[in-house]
């Protein structure tokens, strides 16, 4: 059965699919189902963190031996992936232990660096989705009176194949691919149509005001309130990846003050003079992390650490442990500053400011540092 939903993306509609979390979740309330009563069920329906639900037919849901096996296939909707159409397939046992035990089978990867949404060993299903799993089962076996434990195996038939086309092995998932989603849903735009609403935003707030604040998203928008920043009464613009367009448009709209705040994971490509920081563009974050380490005497152990980093606060952390965190980060911001005023042009002011989630505020600018005084003093 289709998924019917669907967002506009300037003349066009887009139908919406659903994450491989959500895939997973279904799979694995199918496969208790199916141990718990005896009976396969001809639809599956859960409802996912964004509050949508997705109901779904299992493309099988069987006996092996005393497992109970459910499969449901990935369905992306118009922003297909490598993982369009694959089977998400859950196995579920009854065993001694209690409550409810999740991992990963063949195609599902397995974490081998630090930094990333699960520990080193454990299987790549992230938080939510883990959560997601736990739950449908949870449901049914409170349904059917079970008080015993299971135990849930996640596996993606042609995942470990599927997983050579990703990004999953530069950042230390091997063997397979990651069960991920936040929100349960993919919701598909075009680049076009993201880049038109950003401009048009832009030049809504530059008819009121000729100061702004750019971040990709919501890890921004947390931070700027967090510090309190978004009372400065400077309107806020999302940007996604697309730096570089919405530089120009602020630009062309004759904006003189403009703040870009950011994650560092996105942010410390700005530093090689990448303005669209979408990895399927270029990933070079390790690399950047390794060269101004370099700069500010790290030793070759400590470049060949950084270079295998899985994630920018992996890199971070290992900057902190050779007391070089805070000079790398000054150096990187130099070159940010650099590549950020040369885009802009001589008639606007920009800075920026960098922050992750494990270490708080990175760095500002000088220039975003006066910025901000003027700003507050306002």
């Known amino acids: 059965m289709a998924f019917e939903h669907s967002i ?6 887009l139908r919406c699919g659903y994450t491989t979390g959500t895939c997973a979740a279904l799979a694995a309330q199918g496969a208790a189902r199916l141990l718990l009563t005896g009976k396969a069920p001809d639809c599956l329906t859960v409802l996912t963190p964004k509050g949508w639900e997705v109901s779904v037919s299992p493309s099988e849901c069987r006996w092996q031996e005393e497992q109970a096996v459910c499969s449901v296939e990935k369905d992306a909707g118009d922003d297909a992936d490598v993982t369009d159409g694959l089977a998400i397939t859950a196995t579920v046992t ?7 035990t999740i991992d990963g089978g063949n195609g599902v990867g397995r974490v081998t660096k630090p930094g990333l949404d699960q520990p080193v060993g454990a299987a790549a299903i992230n938080r939510v989705p883990r959560q997601m799993i736990e739950q449908q089962v949870k449901q049914v076996c409170q349904e059917n009176g079970y008080t015993g434990g299971l135990k849930v195996i996640i596996s993606i038939r042609g995942g470990e194949e599927a997983a050579r086309r990703t990004f999953n092995p530069q950042l230390g998932v091997e063997g397979g691919l990651s069960i991920l989603g936040t929100s349960g849903i993919v919701e598909p735009m075009s680049e076009q149509a993201i880049v038109d609403t950003i401009a048009l935003e832009i030049h809504q707030h530059a008819t009121l005001s000729k100061r702004l604040i750019l971040t990709p998203g919501n890890y921004g928008s947390d931070f700027l309130h967090t510090q309190g920043w978004d009372a400065c009464g400077v309107p806020v613009v999302k940007c996604s990846n697309f730096l570089g367009e919405a530089l120009d448009c602020a630009a062309v709209e004759k904006v003189e003050q403009l703040l870009f705040v950011g994650h560092i994971g996105k942010l410390v490509k700005v530093a ?20 101004h380490a370099a700069l500010c005497g790290a030793t070759t152990q400590t470049c ?7 994630t920018a606060d992996a890199c971070l952390e290992i900057l902190e442990r050779e007391h070089l965190r805070e000079p790398v980060i000054n150096s990187i911001l130099q070159a940010m500053q650099t590549h950020l005023q040369r885009r802009v042009g001589d008639g ?11 270490f708080g505020l990175l760095g500002i600018t000088r220039p975003a540092k006066e ?8």
């Not at 606007?348 to 494990?358: D, E, H, K, R």
């Open 304 to 310: 060949c650490a950084l270079m295998g980093a899985a």
């Open 8 to 13: 506009r993306s300037g003349q066009r509609l």
């Open 371 to 378: 910025i901000l005084q003027q700003w507050q003093k306002k």
């Open 348 to 358: 606007c002011t920009i800075g920026a400011v960098v922050f992750s989630n494990q």
């Open 94 to 100: 009854r065993c001694k232990t209690s409550g409810i």
């Open 272 to 291: 090689g003079g990448i303005m669209n920081t979408h990895s399927r563009y270029a990933d070079c974050r390790t690399e950047i992390f390794c060269a």
